[in-house]
């Protein structure tokens, strides 16, 4: 049987927009064979303690050579861009 990578993703994205999609849509086309898995999209913005977390939570239960993609906005930066 051959080897399927297994990929996680953690986001604080939120389903209201394309972003999520995107993601994997770029993974897939670079690793068809690919099996995705969603940790959770629907955090509370820049909160890393709560990604850690479940992070923690669910790599417990999936399989050593696991890859987690996991992006939190730290919001670094926002007022300066908001003032431009």
Do not use: Q, W
């Amino acid at each position: 049987m051959a080897f399927k990578p297994m990929i996680t993703l953690l986001t604080d994205f939120d389903l209201g927009d394309s972003y999520v999609a995107e993601m994997k849509a770029v993974i897939l086309f670079i690793c068809p064979e690919a099996n995705l898995i969603g940790t959770s999209h629907d955090m509370r913005k820049y909160n890393t303690r709560m990604g850690v977390y479940l992070l923690a939570r669910a790599s417990r239960y999936l399989p050593n050579g696991t890859t987690h993609v996991a992006i939190v906005d730290l919001g670094v930066g926002r007022e300066a861009c908001n003032n431009s």
